[in-house]
């Protein structure tokens, strides 16, 4: 499964939601310094999908708000979101 997703650094909040425009978002605490952002995101959505850090990899936007991560999770989008909280 891959996903697009936008990232809120520094937020103070861990969340996942869907904005307005149906696009999915991450709230993160940690700042995007030297890959924190990235490592807090990877660890936040293996906690909540309740699967494996190595199961989830970011494919593009390292630098970036915008990221497509791969999931190694075979279900569907509705059982995704409902994992996620949302």
């Known amino acids: 499964m891959i996903i697009e997703l936008t990232v809120v650094p520094n937020s103070g909040k861990l969340k996942f939601f869907i904005d307005k425009s149906g696009l999915l978002k991450c709230y993160l ?3 995007p310094e030297k890959g924190r952002a990235n490592e807090e995101l ?3 959505m293996a906690k909540s999908l309740k699967i494996q850090q190595r199961s989830i990899t970011i494919i593009s936007g390292h630098t970036s708000r915008k990221k497509r991560i ?15 909280g949302l």
């Open 29 to 31: 605490k940690s700042s």
């Open 42 to 44: 990877i660890k936040f």
């Open 70 to 84: 791969k999931i190694e999770l075979e279900i569907d989008q509705k059982e995704f979101l409902n994992l996620l």
